[in-house]
């Protein structure tokens, strides 16, 4: 066990660490005024804090170092939206072989997508979830029954009535094999 490196997560100190931010774990706080050192400086010390009063001193003194994630701002959700969508459309060129399309993912679908998949409490966590049920699903049920040919570039888009994901193709223009995704 001595060449082994343990990590253990906690949630201790959340509740502090969220009113410090304002607007929960997952977000940037609306205290602009205070710089981003200064604010993880102190949702370091609150998590520390939180640790010592749950745990034991002597376990306490065995931790060799505690890592406090700071918040996430829109930019970092926009990059993790980014990644996964990158990943659906890797999955797009590994199962349909021959058959792969463009796919293209217009800006008010991602900031859906962000809407039904983040959250002040939890940040990004479901935002996986919002992508299997907004656009895999969808996607997927247009390729098994045909309506997406192979080279075909699909866009998708918000719904007029706001609450899912529109798709639909442009034939004037089938993209060729070596084009790839663009979000």
Not at 26 to 43: D, I, P, R, T, Y
Request: no cysteine.
């Amino acid at each position: 066990f001595s060449r082994t490196v343990v990590f253990m997560t906690s949630n201790l100190g959340s509740g502090e660490m969220s009113r410090l931010v304002g607007g929960g774990i997952g977000f940037v706080s609306a205290k602009e005024s205070e710089s981003e050192s200064a604010l993880s400086q102190e949702m370091f010390r609150v998590a520390v804090d939180a640790a010592k009063r749950r745990f034991s001193p002597e376990f306490m003194n065995r931790i060799d170092k505690v890592i406090v994630f700071r918040t996430l701002t829109p930019r970092d959700l926009q990059r993790i939206l980014d990644l996964e969508l990158s990943e659906v459309y890797n999955r797009i060129l590994s199962t349909q072989g021959d058959r792969h399309f463009a796919l293209q993912v217009t800006q008010d679908a991602k900031e859906f997508l962000l809407k039904e998949g983040t959250d002040p409490k939890y940040g990004a966590r479901h935002l996986k979830r919002a992508i299997e049920r907004y656009l895999i699903f969808p996607l997927s049920s247009l390729i098994s029954t045909s309506q997406i040919d192979p080279g075909e570039s699909v866009t998708v888009t918000v719904s007029p009535d706001g609450d899912a994901l529109s798709f639909s193709k442009d034939e004037s223009q089938p993209k060729s094999d070596s084009e790839g995704h663009s979000g």
